[in-house]
Nanobody, 123 residues
Framework: QVLLLDSGGGSVQAGGSLRLSCTGS????????VGWFRQAPGKEREGVALKYSEGNTVFADSVKGRFTVSQDNAKNTLYLQMNSLQPEDTAIYYC?????????????????RGQGTQVTVSS
């Protein structure tokens, strides 16, 4: 059973930064496909970043150059560093895990997800 815990959300002003954490059990961050997603009220889920089991990471165009991903293998934790935040980044962010490859990219089926953490960016 995979259990995920998202944390690190909060309220910041435009231009600020936050670091989200995704930690859990039942999987190994080094060998799993881990995605960060967000959903704003009234909008569909949007893929933000995708860490492939091979180690490479891809980002949505909307966050390229502002968001980065890092991991702490000892803590089995994946981080989403968000810089230069803008009001349009406001959403609930959550991580999701699937075993093996990230085939299908952001549209892949992720069997496990965290509970989400709220990010609010004010102008």
């Amino acid at each position: 059973q995979v259990l995920l815990l998202d944390s690190g959300g909060g309220s910041v002003q435009a231009g600020g930064s936050l670091r989200l954490s995704c930690t859990g059990s039942g999987y190994t961050v080094t060998s799993a496909c881990v995605g960060w997603f967000r959903q704003a009220p009234g909008k569909e889920r949007e893929g933000v970043a995708l860490k492939y089991s091979e180690g490479n990471t891809v980002f949505a165009d909307s966050v390229k150059g502002r968001f980065t991903v890092s991991q702490d293998n000892a803590k089995n934790t994946l981080y989403l560093q968000m810089n230069s935040l803008q009001p349009e980044d406001t959403a609930i962010y959550y991580c999701a895990v699937r075993y093996g490859s990230c085939s299908g990219g952001f549209e892949a089926v992720f069997a496990y997800r965290g509970q989400g953490t709220q990010v609010t960016v004010s102008s």
